[in-house]
């Protein structure tokens, strides 16, 4: 999955459902909008696009490094790092949606 | 590639409204497309601040909510056991507006019309829309026990399960009962809003009568056969910790209240008497998705294409929330009315723009349960689109509930709650 994080531009965006070479530094991109929903199965408890709230106890995402995030969250998939309930919830994405979450918030503002 | 043909086949006619909406996008009123969200709890809070931000603020919202402020259904069993009051689960609405554009009015929508894709206020304005998002939350159908509707409208029986005026009536109540009195709830048979809900409300009810009044009782009337959600962690923490306070009666289907003498009727059992009732009637989609015909499953919920959530029965029109129709292991919680918004926002978002729908979203849900002031049970799960099936399945693997009360979960318990607020609201 390609991220093109840019502004909607429906005209490109109707060139694009019908199969044309998308248009550069045009569109926010299906692409990006189901990443973008893909992390927002995090904001529940993380905060709206990683961010925190004041005095959370657990922690805000955005901007945390991408090799770091999914390390962690690997290894509540695997057990190796304790949890209440994380170890629960990674089991239910896959390895290749870890990172591209990870990637999503590692280029959050903080 | 199969976009458009995907697209018309699922919006039809919409197609061609949406391009022409889309073709103005940027350009300003009036010509933007039109999102109408009717109702701002977990759901439809949640759907008009991320129509907002999955548009890159692009589309226009407006949030139709009764109230002035939300009041969470979750942790307001805090207040019925004494260590929350309703303004620390009271949230304005306020930032939906400020922070995200949203157009919020205080009314109520009087009815729909589908064809015409219009919504009436109360109050007397139309508001055309090009998508409306329900989330309308349920209805308690009162009349599925005899006694049971005057009883509430007196004041004399109580629900408490829409948070808010009740759950601090209930309260009082509770305070005014003598040392040695009865406390009972009534539980409609599965599905209901927040499965694990009574039984937590029975641990709070338990936990303030142990510190303030020891001789009394919570005697918990379940129509289903057994504790629906979490049941063994429940059941170890009545008989530990509420040993001879929490009783516990499966098979207990409530037919009839009658308010004067606290007696409550079942369909097999023996009457019960108690001095405070506290009575769930079966539920159904909200009233506003029932009278538009769109509670097409047994008449009671709302059934769905959980791809992007649009009513089976009516096109352009998305519910979410506790009215649909779930699918398997699908709690009615107000974390997977968040999850449905995101979802419908999305694919609102992506169906505007031209967009083939996500077809393979994900939700999560975590339902936190406090057993006193301090310590909470979790159940977890992750849901995703199973398409073979065209429905949501959990994640094989995946979930889970807790070893057992402790109050680092009690800890993470608020946390959530407060994230939570502000990912709907803030």
């Given at each position: 999955m390609r991220l093109r994080l840019s502004a909607m531009l429906p005209l490109a965006a109707t060139v694009l459902a019908v199969g044309m070479p998308a248009l550069p530094a045009a569109a926010q991109d299906a692409g990006a909008l189901r990443l973008k929903a893909l992390a927002a199965t995090c904001a529940n408890c993380h905060g709206t696009q990683g961010r925190a709230v004041d005095g959370a106890a657990v922690p805000g995402l955005a901007g945390m490094p991408a090799a770091y995030m999914i390390e962690q969250v690997k290894a509540f998939k695997s057990g190796a790092r304790p949890a209440t309930v994380m170890h629960q919830l990674a089991k239910g994405y896959s390895d290749a949606q870890i990172e591209q979450v990870a990637a999503y918030f590692a280029a959050q503002k903080k | 590639m199969m976009h458009r043909r995907h697209l018309l086949q699922g919006s039809g006619a919409f197609g061609l409204l949406a391009l022409a909406g889309c073709a103005n996008i940027?350009?300003?009123?009036?010509?933007?497309?039109?999102?109408?969200?009717?109702?701002?709890?977990?759901?439809?809070?949640?759907?008009?601040?991320?129509?907002?931000?999955?548009?890159?603020?692009?589309?226009?919202?407006?949030?139709?909510?009764?109230?002035?402020?939300?009041?969470?259904?979750?942790?307001?069993?805090?207040?019925?056991?004494?260590?929350?009051?309703?303004?620390?689960?009271?949230?304005?609405?306020?930032?939906?507006?400020?922070?995200?554009?949203?157009?919020?009015?205080?009314?109520?929508?009087?009815?729909?019309?589908?064809?015409?894709?219009?919504?009436?206020?109360?109050?007397?304005?139309?508001?055309?829309?090009?998508?409306?998002?329900?989330?309308?939350?349920?209805?308690?159908?009162?009349?599925?026990?005899?006694?049971?509707?005057?009883?509430?409208?007196?004041?004399?029986?109580?629900?408490?399960?829409?948070?808010?005026?009740?759950?601090?009536?209930?309260?009082?109540?509770?305070?005014?009962?003598?040392?040695?009195?009865?406390?009972?709830?009534?539980?409609?048979?599965?599905?209901?809003?927040?499965?694990?809900?009574?039984?937590?409300?029975?641990?709070?009810?338990?936990?303030?009568?142990?510190?303030?009044?020891?001789?009394?009782?919570?005697?918990?009337?379940?129509?289903?056969q057994d504790v629906t959600s979490k049941g063994p962690l429940f059941k170890k923490v009545w008989a530990e910790q509420y040993k001879g306070i929490v009783e516990y009666r499966g098979q207990h289907k409530a037919t009839a209240v009658d308010a004067k003498t606290g007696t409550i009727k079942f369909e097999i059992q023996d009457d019960v008497k108690a001095d405070v009732l506290n009575v769930l009637p079966t539920m159904r989609a909200g009233q506003i998705a029932v009278q538009t015909g769109l509670a097409?499953?047994?008449?009671?919920?709302?059934?769905?294409?959980?791809?992007?959530?649009?009513?089976?029965?009516?096109?352009?029109?998305?519910?979410?929330?506790?009215?649909?129709?779930?699918?398997?292991?699908?709690?009615?919680?107000g974390h997977m009315a968040n999850s449905h918004a995101k979802v419908v926002a999305a694919a609102i978002v992506a169906e505007l723009a031209g967009w083939e729908v996500n077809p393979a979203p994900m939700l999560t849900n975590t339902c936190y349960s406090f057993t006193d002031a301090r310590n909470v049970i979790h159940v977890a799960s992750v849901h995703e689109y199973v398409a073979a099936e065209k429905t949501f399945k959990t994640v094989a693997g995946s979930g889970g509930v807790s070893a057992g009360p402790t109050e680092q979960e009690g800890a993470y318990a608020w946390n959530w709650a407060r994230t939570i607020w502000a990912d709907t609201l803030i």
């Open positions: - | 940027g350009s300003g009123p009036p010509s933007k497309a039109r999102v109408l969200v009717v109702g701002g709890g977990y759901g439809g809070a949640t759907a008009a601040k991320y129509v907002r931000l999955f548009s890159d603020q692009k589309i226009d919202v407006t949030l139709v909510e009764p109230n002035d402020a939300f009041v969470s259904c979750p942790v307001s069993n805090l207040v019925l056991g004494g260590s929350k009051t309703i303004a620390d689960i009271t949230t304005p609405y306020t930032a939906l507006a400020k922070n995200h554009g949203v157009r919020v009015i205080k009314d109520t929508v009087a009815s729909i019309d589908p064809v015409k894709k219009v919504a009436v206020l109360a109050s007397g304005p139309t508001i055309a829309y090009d998508k409306l998002i329900l989330s309308p939350g349920i209805d308690l159908m009162w009349d599925s026990i005899a006694g049971s509707r005057a009883a509430n409208s007196e004041g004399r029986v109580l629900q408490a399960w829409k948070a808010g005026p009740e759950t601090v009536a209930l309260r009082r109540q509770l305070e005014a009962m003598p040392d040695g009195g009865v406390y009972a709830i009534t539980i409609p048979e599965a599905p209901y809003r927040c499965p694990p809900g009574p039984y937590e409300r029975a641990c709070q009810v338990a936990s303030y009568f142990k510190a303030a009044k020891p001789r009394s009782k919570v005697l918990i009337l379940d129509a289903n097409n499953a047994n008449a009671r919920w709302c059934n769905v294409n959980y791809l992007n959530f649009e009513s089976t029965a009516a096109k352009d029109i998305h519910v979410l929330g506790d009215s649909i129709q779930i699918a398997p292991g699908m709690p009615k919680s």
